[in-house]
């Protein structure tokens, strides 16, 4: 019993034999005051065991994708060496990290006296990334274990926009040798390994979750048909319009710049630094504001109404090296596209917009072409011009769907 209930009976006592009233007071304190102590115990016992709310939780995908799994946990080995420096305050990072195409394991990674620990929360024995439903079951887990008032996701492997499953590009005949430095892009090789843009984009929504940003270490999802498919389930779009060299993102300098609330300026420019003194000098990097996409989309269906009339012309700055290309500055697609400055300025003005932060070397590197020259930089890639046979599926993409 506490010092304040043993001072209440005593006070009772006291007064009972020449106070009647106080009689009665004194059995309704002793009743009551067991059930205040009562009541504060379960409370405080409660309040301990109730789940940590941290104010936000990273959560790394990594499903299986071949052979980037030594790249996978390298960038993992990057995290743990930034969090390990202290970076975290009341975030968490979490990762699924696939170890075989159904199999993965689920970890926090979390700073303690100078060292980044690695705690394996689940081993996910099958799990399928390519089904909705399992994004489902694994966000909810990640919010039952590392509940957050905010969620931010990083997708780390192959890559190929908003190519549907098993849409893969001819080689172009100018391909480097087998032996050239790789590089990455969504899902596996194989068509049971690849995950849909909608599926991901479904997955996140039936969660309830939403993401503060959705970054993408992957080839060419910086795309207006990927950013506009995911519009409505994050805020941002980090990612490259290229492809990006196997290392992916250098976690160890941007991590810290993509917790809390996010730095996208300094993310941009620790990328730029990094790449630009890589043994393979070539990166390009966007953030895409997904408010502002709505407004964009209605600027394109305004020129592409005419398109008719205004028709394409000259080269276009295209963002891979397929031939024919598959993926084009989407900037440069429209600047070729209308020659209507009215409605180009309210394009151009609102794909700035769009595309707040965003910066590159001024090469490219493709593992279909080598090393190819950006000319023109707006921090998007479309299909919208492309005369590639893959692309003929592009017109059930939202973004046609919408701007058309």
Not at 80 to 109: H, M, N, W, Y
Not at 208 to 219: E, K, N, P, R, V
Request: hydrophobic share 40%; aromatic share 12%; charged share 20%.
């Amino acid at each position: 019993m506490s010092s304040m209930t043993i001072r209440l009976t005593i006070e009772c006592h006291a007064h009972r034999e020449n106070h009647p009233r106080q009689i009665m007071k004194s059995y309704v304190m002793r009743a009551i005051v067991p059930l205040l102590c009562f009541a504060m115990l379960f409370f405080s016992c409660h309040e301990e065991s109730s789940p940590r709310i941290s104010s936000q939780t990273i959560i790394v995908l990594m499903p299986w994708s071949d052979n980037l799994k030594p790249f996978f946990d390298n960038n993992i080995d990057d995290m743990a060496e930034a969090i390990a420096e202290g970076i975290l305050a009341d975030e968490r990072v979490v990762a699924c990290v696939a170890t075989s195409p159904q199999k993965a394991l689920f970890i926090e990674l979390r700073g303690e006296g100078g060292v980044c620990k690695r705690d394996t929360l689940h081993v996910f024995s099958d799990i399928n990334f390519t089904a909705s439903s399992c994004l489902v079951q694994l966000l909810a887990f990640v919010e039952r274990n590392a509940t957050a008032h905010h969620y931010a996701m990083i997708v780390g492997g192959h890559g190929m926009a908003w190519l549907p499953t098993g849409s893969m590009p001819a080689r172009s005949p100018r391909r480097q040798p087998e032996t050239q430095p790789m590089t990455r892009w969504i899902g596996g090789f194989a068509n049971d390994t690849q995950i849909e843009i909608s599926t991901l984009a479904d997955g996140i929504r039936l969660s309830g979750l939403h993401m503060d940003y959705i970054l993408f270490d992957d080839c060419y999802m910086s795309s207006v048909e990927v950013v506009y498919e995911l519009r409505d389930v994050t805020d941002y779009v980090v990612g490259c319009p290229t492809e990006i060299m196997a290392y992916g993102f250098p976690y160890h300098h941007c991590l810290r710049h993509l917790k809390g609330n996010v730095n996208y300026l300094q993310l941009c420019e620790a990328f730029y630094s990094f790449y630009s003194q890589y043994k393979i000098p070539c990166g390009a990097i966007s953030v895409t504001d997904c408010g502002q996409l709505d407004a964009l989309a209605e600027a394109a269906r305004a020129i592409n109404s005419r398109a008719e009339e205004i028709g394409p012309k000259g080269d276009i700055q295209a963002t891979d090296g397929f031939n024919p290309p598959l993926f084009y500055d989407l900037g440069d697609t429209f600047r070729h596209l209308c020659t209507d400055t009215i409605l180009l300025g309210i394009f151009m003005k609102q794909l700035e917009k769009a595309v707040p932060f965003k910066t590159s070397t001024d090469y490219y590197f493709s593992s279909y072409g080598g090393y190819q020259k950006i000319n023109h930089f707006s921090g998007l890639n479309t299909s919208q011009s492309s005369i590639n046979p893959v692309a003929s599926s592009w017109i059930f993409t939202k973004w046609y769907q919408d701007t058309h």
